[in-house]
């Protein structure tokens, strides 16, 4: 079974600092995997996603990640963090069975952002 | 924004109680998902359905039900509440099998 691991719960930064999030992932397969993204009392919005080929993707509001094989790691960075990137932040991987994709999402890593 | 909308956005209840929340898109998308929220859980899928009236469990699809009469609306019943079901559901809709969800604002559910 697929399973996802971030282990920071809460991470600090200060505005204009660099930030990596990190997740490590366990699947069978090569996976599909994402970040999204959940600001206070809202849904969760895709920032970026990894299906194949180049292992740096770029995604929405300044993210990228990298996918490491031979880590079975997917980290998400930014280099300059802005206040407005204070949220929660989610890794998951993709399982595509016969009838549809099933995300096993991690628990979470909250970002703070200090002025 | 994709066009997500859950109701009740909030509701109390008493366990024993059925209690139905639902999902409606306006996007035609294929695939639709009932997720549950919790601290230190991240969010688990409880159903999903790939097409009218096709729906399959998930991995806590334990005193869940599902149903999917029409390609906009996605119901999840409790058909009988527990505490334990005390939780923030979301749902979530993609228009491909390639796992990008779009997630509604997520409706949370206290059981007393």
């Known amino acids: 079974a697929q399973s996802v691991t971030q282990p920071d719960i809460h991470i600090t930064v200060s505005e204009g600092a660099s930030l990596e999030l990190r997740c490590n992932y366990s699947y069978g397969a090569t996976p599909y995997l994402f970040w999204y993204v959940q600001s206070p009392g809202q849904g969760l919005q895709l920032l970026l996603k990894y299906f194949s080929g180049d292992t740096l993707v770029q995604g929405i509001k300044g993210f990228e990640a990298e996918f490491k094989r031979s880590q079975s790691s997917f980290n998400l960075r930014k280099p300059s963090v802005h206040w407005s990137d204070a949220a929660e932040y989610f890794c998951?991987?993709?399982?595509?069975?016969?009838?549809?994709?099933?995300?096993?999402f991690g628990t979470g890593t909250r970002l703070q952002v200090t002025l | 924004d994709a066009g997500i909308t859950q109701s009740p956005r909030h509701k109390v209840t008493e366990t024993g109680t059925p209690v139905t929340l639902r999902c409606h898109q306006t996007?035609?998308?294929?695939?639709m998902y009932w997720y549950r929220q919790d601290p230190g859980h991240g969010l688990r899928l409880i159903h999903y359905s790939y097409g009218v009236k096709d729906t399959d469990k998930g991995e806590v699809s334990d005193g869940y039900s599902v149903s999917r009469s029409k390609t906009e609306d996605f119901l999840l019943t409790l058909e009988s509440a527990t505490s334990s079901q005390t939780s923030v559901y979301f749902c979530?809709?993609?228009?491909?099998?390639?796992?990008?969800?779009?997630f509604g604002e997520g409706s949370r559910l206290t059981v007393l």
């Open positions: 996007e035609n998308h294929r695939y």
């Open positions: 998951a991987v993709g399982a595509r069975t016969g009838t549809a994709s099933k995300l096993t």
């Open positions: 979530a809709i993609s228009e491909y099998n390639t796992g990008e969800l779009f």
